[in-house]
T-cell receptor
Framework: EDKVVQSPLSLVVHEGDTVTLNCSYEVTNFRSLLWYKQEKKAPTFLFMLTSSGIEKKSGRLSSILDKKELFSILNITATQTGDSAVYLCAVAGGGGADGLTFGKGTHLIIQP | EPEVTQTPSHQVTQMGQEVILRCVPISNHLYFYWYRQILGQKVEFLVSFYNNEISEKSEIFDDQFSVERPDGSNFTLKIRSTKLEDSAMYFC??????????FGPGTRLLVL
C-alpha cells in the first residue's frame, strides 16, 4: 500500500522564522511528488518534483526531492502570517495509478 | 486564470438519498478526478476519468458511487444512497497531459 508520511503534523513559529516541512514516501512506480497549500478549502498547487537534487523555488518557498532516501522537504523562509495553512504532500505513482496519495499534512501557524 | 469550479458549495441530505455533485474542469484539461476529505483526515483519492471512462478507482469508490461526463464541460459524482460516513468535503480536480492536478473549491456534503 502506498504511504506518505509528513512531519511535523503541526508547527507554530513566529513571523520571520524559517521552517522546514518533511515528507517521506513509499510508493510503487513513483512518478512525481507534489506539494499543495490548503487554507480553507481547495489545495492549491505549489511544486511538482520528479528529479532528485534539483531545487524548485518560488519566492520564499523552495522544495527538493531525494529519490534515494524517498523524501522531500519544503522550506519557507522569512515566514509571514499569510503562510499559515495546512501543507500537503502527495505522490503520484503506484502501478500505473493516476490518483494522488496524500499525507495528513502539516498544520503551520505563523504568529505575529 | 482558469479554475476548476464545483457546485453546490454545501449540500445537506438525508441518509439514503441520492446526491449529485457537479464539477466544471478547466476547459483544455483531459483528465478528471474526484477526491474526498473527511473532517480532520487526509485527502483520499476516489476515481480518475479519462477519454469518457474510469481509468482508476480506489477501494472507497464502491457500487454506490458513479461518475459521468454528461456533456463537454461538466463532470459529476453521484452517490446513490448516502450514508452518514459519506459526510466529507468532495474535491474535483483536473489536469492536462503531463501536468499537475488543479483542485476545485470543494463541495461540503453533510448526511443526516
Amino acid at each position: 500500500e502506498d504511504k506518505v508520511v509528513q512531519s511535523p503534523l503541526s508547527l507554530v513559529v513566529h513571523e520571520g522564522d524559517t521552517v522546514t516541512l518533511n515528507c517521506s514516501y513509499e510508493v510503487t512506480n513513483f512518478r512525481s511528488l507534489l506539494w499543495y497549500k490548503q487554507e480553507k478549502k481547495a489545495p492549491t498547487f505549489l511544486f511538482m518534483l520528479t528529479s532528485s537534487g534539483i531545487e524548485k523555488k518560488s519566492g520564499r518557498l523552495s522544495s527538493i526531492l531525494d529519490k534515494k532516501e524517498l523524501f522531500s522537504i519544503l522550506n519557507i523562509t522569512a515566514t509571514q502570517t499569510g503562510d499559515s495553512a495546512v501543507y500537503l504532500c502527495a505522490v503520484a505513482g503506484g502501478g500505473g495509478a493516476d490518483g494522488l496519495t496524500f499525507g495528513k499534512g502539516t498544520h503551520l501557524i505563523i504568529q505575529p | 486564470e482558469p479554475e476548476v469550479t464545483q457546485t453546490p458549495s454545501h449540500q445537506v441530505t438525508q441518509m439514503g438519498q441520492e446526491v449529485i455533485l457537479r464539477c466544471v474542469p478547466i476547459s483544455n484539461h483531459l483528465y478528471f478526478y474526484w477526491y474526498r476529505q473527511i473532517l480532520g483526515q487526509k485527502v483520499e483519492f476516489l476515481v480518475s476519468f479519462y477519454n469518457n471512462e474510469i481509468s482508476e478507482k480506489s477501494e472507497i469508490f464502491d457500487d454506490q458511487f458513479s461518475v459521468e461526463r454528461p456533456d463537454g464541460s461538466n463532470f459529476t459524482l453521484k452517490i446513490r444512497s448516502t450514508k452518514l460516513e459519506d459526510s466529507a468535503m468532495y474535491f474535483c480536480a483536473s489536469r492536462r497531459q503531463g501536468e499537475t492536478q488543479y483542485f476545485g473549491p470543494g463541495t461540503r456534503l453533510l448526511v443526516l
